[in-house]
T-cell receptor, first 110, second 114 residues
Framework: QKEVEQDPGPLSVPEGAIVSLNCTYS??????FMWYRQYSRKGPELLMY????GNKEDGRFTAQVDKSSKYISLFIRDSQPSDSATYLC??????????FGKGTSLLVTP | EAGVAQSPRYKIIEKRQSVAFWCNPI?????LYWYQQILGQGPKLLIQFQNNGVVDDSQLPKDRFSAERLKGVDSTLKIQPAKLEDSAVYLCASRPVISTDTQYFGPGTRLTVL
């Protein structure tokens, strides 16, 4: 079993929809949780970073972490065509390197 | 602030040839990472440097891959000899020495092995 599981999609939604992306993980030692956005032929770009359980909001983006269920989510409100990209969840424990999910491909259609 | 620079952006080689990639991290970033991203997968860590010392190279195929970070700044990743399964994007990332979790990624080098 991989440590981080993420449905690769693709996910297609109309402009303005609320998008829900999620990951599950198996390593209870993970403390830091991140969402990266990756456009085609570009490097990943950090979107959200959370520590431990709870919610964090930044503009149209909300990240949720539920450590008891080993489940993290990213919500995108009022989705735009420019949000079309691959979204990668990532997590780590202590000072170790990041463990990434496979990424979910999102397409927002006008 | 300039971002992480990588070169070349694209490389096509035949199997059993050698190839090298270069990374220049953000100025002042002590930690540098090399990741391999195969199509349809998330990035997988190959090696992590703290200044010019190796912190983690447990997933680096040491029989064919090598990396160095001289003077704790630029880094090179080499593959010798390349195999078909090495076709991937090689991403470099850097992080400040202060314990922020933000890793900044470069644009990557797309390697195709024929």
């Amino acid at each position: 079993q991989k440590e981080v599981e993420q449905d690769p999609g693709p996910l297609s939604v109309p402009e303005g929809a609320i998008v829900s992306l999620n990951c599950t993980y198996s390593n209870s030692a993970f403390q830091y949780f991140m969402w990266y956005r990756q456009y085609s032929r570009k490097g990943p770009e950090l979107l959200m970073y959370t520590y431990s359980s709870g919610n964090k909001e930044d503009g149209r983006f909300t990240a949720q972490v539920d450590k008891s269920s080993k489940y993290i989510s990213l919500f995108i409100r009022d989705s735009q065509p420019s949000d079309s990209a691959t979204y990668l969840c990532a997590m780590r424990s202590g000072a170790r390197a990041l463990n990434f999910g496979k990424g979910t491909s999102l397409l927002v259609t006008p | 602030e300039a971002g992480v620079a990588q070169s070349p952006r694209y490389k096509i080689i035949e199997k059993r040839q050698s190839v090298a990639f270069w990374c220049n991290p953000i100025s002042g970033h002590a930690t540098l990472y090399w990741y391999q991203q195969i199509l349809g997968q998330g990035p997988k860590l190959l090696i992590q440097f703290q200044n010019n010392g190796v912190v983690d190279d447990s997933q680096l195929p040491k029989d064919r891959f090598s990396a160095e970070r001289l003077k704790g700044v630029d880094s090179t990743l080499k593959i010798q000899p390349a195999k078909l399964e090495d076709s991937a994007v090689y991403l470099c990332a850097s992080r400040p020495v202060i314990s922020t979790d933000t890793q900044y990624f470069g644009p990557g080098t797309r390697l195709t092995v024929l």
